[in-house]
């Protein structure tokens, strides 16, 4: 088949967004400042390494793979547009001028009471294939060029004091596509391969010959992707088969939508959000904003001054910390949501979304929402569940039989007594059992400290009230 051109233009701005979070996670971690060592060692999700890359580089796999879900269009021509997005690592390099009229590589430069820092900075690249027809396979390498620059920097005077080098390798990437059908539905598998051909001999040559924060965005003409984590029951076999490498697909664009698909190097649910009280990005992994944002402006000035050295985007985070109004920090402590309430509003379809999608404020009466006042109806330390019809509360003594395997710490609880200190419920209404081991010789201390572990009932076996002693396992003498 021939490639189709989209059927009009369809806006990814808003999933690009959602995307950026993805691409630059991890790029500056706070304190933001250079001279901090978990900054020195770039640790990015989605980095595809050179494939000729020796031990002692500690490159990263050079590849990874996607495979996605769509209906099959009852009407054709129908198709899917692929977009490759990544970093592009650029070496930034301040250098001095000497007084022969050359110039001297420096660690930093002082202009006019500012410093500047020499820098890895990144340049954001995206790949886009042509349109590719129904059941259209291709093969495609695609290169980006590597070059370099020279920014001057300039006194107060108009005298050049030195200049910023900005270095770029080239990189080259390619994307293969391959169709098959599956229970009537057609599945497509999206690989992207770093191609870079020289030998990466250490850890700083690898990352720079690395394709970084890679991810796809997919949209689809005239078709429907299915979710891989909700899918229909008919679709349910077919998604069950579907294979992922470093890269997981999940619905995208506004809740309810089917034709935009986000491969990413992390596990999101459908149609994920950035959160609206955001006020713009800090990089820092699932660290909360208002934490940083509190973290920035415990800073010192030196600390600020050599963050606002490193890197622009660190310069635009601290500018913007200092910025905040006492009403844009309370903006940042979110907003309470009650779980249970219909969603409301115009246009509103009861499809996944992000978890708080379509719910209603809940009123807290002016109590502020950590505290357990907010709900009357909640008293973790003397509500109760029923275990194999037995009353479980605060004081109880259960025996523990792990099953959910939710941490690998549980393996150790098999068949421990505990003693139960709270029964709680979540957001969403389930239950959890906060719990003491009786033969742990700091329980006091967890307990005093409120440092509990959790079960569900399910895993809980509940006692006679006895004493713990009678509990414990006879040691032979």
Not at 234 to 243: D, E, F, L, Q, V
Not at 283 to 292: A, Q, R, W
Not at 328 to 352: F, S
Not at 466 to 476: D, G, L, N, T, Y
Request: proline share 8%.
């Amino acid at each position: 088949m021939n490639a189709l051109s989209p059927a009009g233009p369809v806006s990814l701005d808003h999933v690009r967004t959602i995307a950026d979070a993805v691409l630059y996670e991890g790029y500056l971690l706070y304190p933001y400042r250079a001279s901090s060592h978990k900054n020195q060692s770039r640790w990015q999700f989605g980095v595809l390494g050179p494939p000729s890359a020796s031990a002692a580089s500690f490159s990263e796999d050079p590849g990874m793979e996607m495979q996605c879900l769509l209906a099959t269009p009852h009407e054709p021509p129908a198709g899917v547009s692929i977009h490759l997005r990544f970093l592009q690592l650029q070496v930034r390099e301040v250098q001095r001028r000497d007084e022969g009229g050359g110039y001297s590589a420096v660690e930093q430069l002082t202009v006019d009471g500012v410093s500047v820092l020499s820098w890895d900075e990144a340049v954001e690249r995206e790949v886009t294939l042509p349109a590719l027809a129904w059941n259209e396979a291709t093969d495609q390498l695609h290169r980006v060029a590597g070059g370099s620059e020279a920014e001057p920097l300039t006194d107060l005077h108009g005298t050049e004091v030195g200049r910023i080098v900005r270095r770029r390798q080239p990189l080259a990437a390619r994307i293969r596509t391959r169709w098959a059908l599956d229970d009537g539905f057609a599945r497509l598998s999206v690989s992207v391969d770093n191609e870079h051909p020289d030998t990466a001999a250490d850890k700083d040559s690898a990352i720079r010959a690395s394709l970084i924060g890679s991810h796809l965005l997919l949209q689809a003409h005239g078709a429907e992707f299915v979710s891989l984590l909700e899918p229909s029951d008919a679709a349910a076999g077919a998604a069950g088969r579907c294979r992922q490498r470093r890269c997981w697909p999940v619905l995208a664009g506004p809740s309810g939508t089917t034709d935009t698909l986000l491969g990413a190097p992390i596990i999101l649910y459908d149609h994920p959000e950035v959160a609206e009280q955001s006020a713009g990005a800090l990089f820092d992994s699932t660290e909360i904003d208002e934490i940083l944002t509190l973290r920035v402006m415990t800073m010192t000035d030196e600390e600020k001054a050599e963050a606002r050295a490193t890197d622009p985007r660190a310069r635009e985070i601290i500018d913007r910390c200092d910025g905040m109004s006492a009403a844009d920090l309370q903006q940042l402590h979110g907003l309470l949501r009650d779980p249970h309430a219909p969603p409301t509003g115009p246009g509103t379809t009861a499809t996944a979304g992000p978890p708080d999608a379509g719910m209603t404020p809940f009123d807290t009466g002016g109590v502020p929402w950590w505290d357990p006042a907010t709900d009357a109806a909640v008293r973790p330390e003397s509500d109760a569940v029923v275990i194999n019809g037995v009353r479980v509360a605060k004081g109880s003594l259960v025996r523990v039989h792990p099953s959910r395997r939710a941490d690998a710490q549980d393996l150790f609880f098999a068949d421990q007594v505990a003693r139960v200190t709270a029964v709680l419920s979540d957001v969403d209404g389930a239950v959890h059992v906060a719990l003491v081991l009786v033969d742990d010789p700091a329980a006091d201390l967890h307990d005093w400290y409120g440092r509990y572990f959790y079960f569900a009932p399910d895993e809980l076996e509940p006692l006679p009230v006895e004493s713990p002693m009678e509990h414990r396992e006879e040691i032979p003498s």
